[in-house]
């Protein structure tokens, strides 16, 4: 059984470019989603997908998009990257949705640096 | 919105000595669940408690989770060097519109002096 990977694990971009993070779920996993771990800080929810729709989301603008591929992969899009948008990036997997869900699998994460 | 409150922020202490960490929700939680954090690592799954007034052990750790949902803590007996790290709660809303929504406290880091 493979765990949560996501890539790449470090990255570092411009003001203002565009990024794009993977994550592979955990194999038998159904359920994606992404937080946002900023230095000494708790994740913070961005969103979760589940059968490839987006159905939850946490405080984060518009240019915070993502998608889910069939085979429950994901991927996590931000534009315009502001230097705040610097955080480890988690992807965490599991089996159902909503209250149902058990713990989750959180993979490695991508260390995102804006300069 | 749904604030989760952990403290304290930091700990320290001597190998052997005991450690606790309390977690307090602005509202009524469905369930909460506890991960730890090694330096440099990412989430483990630790329990999930789902109960009113539930209380779980793994070995040397016991999890309460509080009887109006609203608060939970995490007690490890006799500390040993392989705790150290951050511990994190990360709580459930109890309404239909929570869906994948994990508030995560503030975390409390553990460190233990050999």
């Known amino acids: 059984e493979t765990g949560v990977t996501q890539s790449p694990t470090h990255l570092i971009k411009t003001r203002g470019q565009q990024v794009t993070l993977r994550c592979s779920s955990q194999?038998?996993?159904?359920?994606v989603s992404w937080y946002q771990q900023a230095l000494g800080q708790g994740p913070q929810f961005i969103f979760q997908?589940?059968?490839?729709?987006?159905?939850g989301r946490g405080n984060f603008p518009p240019r915070f998009s993502g998608l889910q591929f069939p085979n429950y992969s994901s991927e996590l899009n931000v534009n315009a990257l502001e230097l705040d948008d610097s955080a480890l990036y988690l992807c965490?997997?599991?089996?159902?949705?909503?209250?149902?869900?058990?713990?989750?699998?959180f993979g490695s994460g991508t260390r995102l640096t804006v300069v | 919105g749904q604030q989760v409150m952990q403290i304290p922020q930091y700990q320290h202490v001597q190998e052997g000595e005991d450690f606790t960490t309390y977690c307090n929700s602005s509202?009524?939680?469905?369930?909460i669940q506890w991960y730890k954090q090694r330096p440099g690592g990412h989430p483990v799954f630790l329990i999930q408690?789902?109960?009113?007034?539930e209380v779980k052990k793994q070995k040397r750790l016991t999890f309460q989770f509080g009887e109006a949902k609203k608060n939970s803590s995490l007690h490890i007996t006799a500390t040993q060097t392989t705790d150290v790290g951050t511990y994190f709660c990360?709580?459930?809303?109890?309404?239909?519109?929570?869906?994948?929504?994990?508030?995560f406290g503030q975390g409390t880091i553990l460190t233990v002096h050999p």
């Open positions: 965490a997997s599991s089996l159902g949705q909503g209250q149902s869900v058990l713990g989750y699998t």
């Open positions: 194999s038998g996993h159904n359920t």
């Open positions: 997908y589940y059968r490839e729709e987006e159905n």
């Open positions: 509202t009524t939680l469905s369930n």
């Open positions: 408690l789902v109960k009113s007034g």
């Open positions: 990360a709580g459930r809303g109890a309404g239909g519109t929570s869906y994948g929504k994990l508030t």
